[in-house]
């Protein structure tokens, strides 16, 4: 996290350091309630998660008066935004180091298994909490459907699960980049293997800066194109004047197994656990194929955000998302059409199209509950 530019704009900052049961270690971000709050006995978590080859970084992109992270801390909520393995807060490890391939060697499965379950016991420990709010976008809703679906003890720990452009069912992926890739690396072959030791995104901080350099207005096309494989061609809500620092802090790292285990959805058309081939299914799972995810294990409320032009999750795919979880209790689509993956962060007017939405679910949650404690105490 960008911890000066916190400051700068007026928050205070903590890190704190977790270590997952396979031995990774993870760097979460805090912004603090340093006042004693007058609703609230304790102030309410809220635990952001971002995409995949994102950071925590991602989060403030909009600034002081339009980032989700200040938004939420400025009415009283204790935030913590967190990150993955392999990502540039997270490339430590008990025994192992970066340059090893076996570091390399994860999904978003074990982000979710391991990662997400390891910062939300720690968040709920240091805390002194039950449970917390969730906001997860792209990759960040992939790890808590996971979680909560194979660890269904998790579901109580959580009060809210909100899914911003949630990457499960990716069938009807409309990008390129999955027709192009996925008859290759989406299924179980000599290259694939290979590269299940390897990191997929270079960190490279000179580099990306360097690109980032050249997004002035008369190269914005030039510029952006970096993200049209993944986002498409439709480029008319992204917020030009945030697109060098976004440049410049993403991508952030990450492994090939990550987008390989997409590019296997892609092609299965199921949300499951990542292919080993017949073989090594067999021995992983006692089945010659990997098993499903059991959606109707995540009980947590839920409430879904989408667009009409987002190239990685289809209409299609998120209804047949909804239709697989039991406890979905809204789902709102974004108004304009061209809205595309990438503006669930950084879009002109995210704020008022997705962030106040946000707070407000958040918000009637924490109004609702304690008018219940309220009529308990009486």
Not at 16 to 32: E, F, N, S, W
Not at 194 to 221: H, Q, Y
Not at 329 to 341: L, M, Q, S, T, Y
């Given at each position: ?216 207005d008369e190269n914005f096309r030039i510029c952006v194109s970096r993200l049209w494989p993944a986002v ?48 090594g299914n067999q021995v992983i799972y006692n089945s010659t194929d990997p098993p499903s995810y059991p ?30 979880l039991p406890n979905v209790h809204a789902v709102f689509k974004v108004p304009w059409k061209k809205w ?39």
């Amino acid at each position: 996290m960008k911890v000066k530019r916190i400051r700068r704009d007026g928050y205070p900052v903590e890190d704190h350091k977790v270590q997952t049961a396979d031995g990774y270690v993870l760097t979460m971000h805090r912004i603090p309630i340093l006042q004693k709050s007058q609703i609230y006995d304790k102030p309410p978590i809220a635990f952001l998660m971002t995409g995949i080859y994102a950071s925590s970084d991602a989060f403030v992109f909009s600034g002081k008066d339009g980032s989700l992270p200040y938004m939420l801390s400025d009415l009283g909520y204790d935030v913590w935004m967190g990150n993955n393995r392999g990502n540039v807060y997270c490339r430590s490890h008990a025994f192992l180091t970066s340059k090893d391939r076996e570091f390399w060697n994860f999904s978003w499965h074990e982000m979710g298994v391991y990662d997400l379950a390891s910062m939300i016991d720690y968040v709920l420990k240091h805390t002194g909490q039950s449970s917390m709010h969730f906001v997860g976008v792209s990759q960040g809703a992939t790890i808590l459907l996971v979680l909560t679906s194979l660890y269904p003890e998790y579901n109580i720990k959580l009060k809210t699960a909100q899914l911003l452009a949630p990457v499960a069912y990716v069938s009807n992926m409309k990008g390129p980049m999955a027709r192009i890739f996925a008859p290759i690396l989406g299924t179980r072959n000599v290259l694939s293997m290979a590269l299940e030791g390897s990191e997929m995104i270079s960190t490279n901080n000179f580099f990306k800066e360097l690109l980032a350099l050249n997004c002035k207005d008369e190269n914005f096309r030039i510029c952006v194109s970096r993200l049209w494989p993944a986002v498409g061609y439709e480029t008319k809500y992204l917020n030009k004047t945030l697109l060098p620092e976004v440049l410049a802090n993403f991508p952030v790292g990450g492994s090939f197994k990550q987008m390989m285990h997409y590019l296997q959805e892609y092609n299965s058309g199921r949300f499951q656990q990542y292919n080993y081939g017949q073989l090594g299914n067999q021995v992983i799972y006692n089945s010659t194929d990997p098993p499903s995810y059991p959606l109707h294990k995540v009980t947590v409320p839920v409430f879904i955000y989408y667009s009409q032009n987002d190239y990685i999750v289809a209409v299609k795919d998120v209804a047949k998302l909804v239709k697989q979880l039991p406890n979905v209790h809204a789902v709102f689509k974004v108004p304009w059409k061209k809205w595309n993956h990438f503006d669930f962060i950084c879009g002109l007017r995210v704020k008022e199209i997705i962030f106040d939405k946000v707070v407000d679910v958040i918000s009637n949650y924490n109004i609702l509950f304690n008018n219940i404690k309220k009529r308990n105490k009486i």
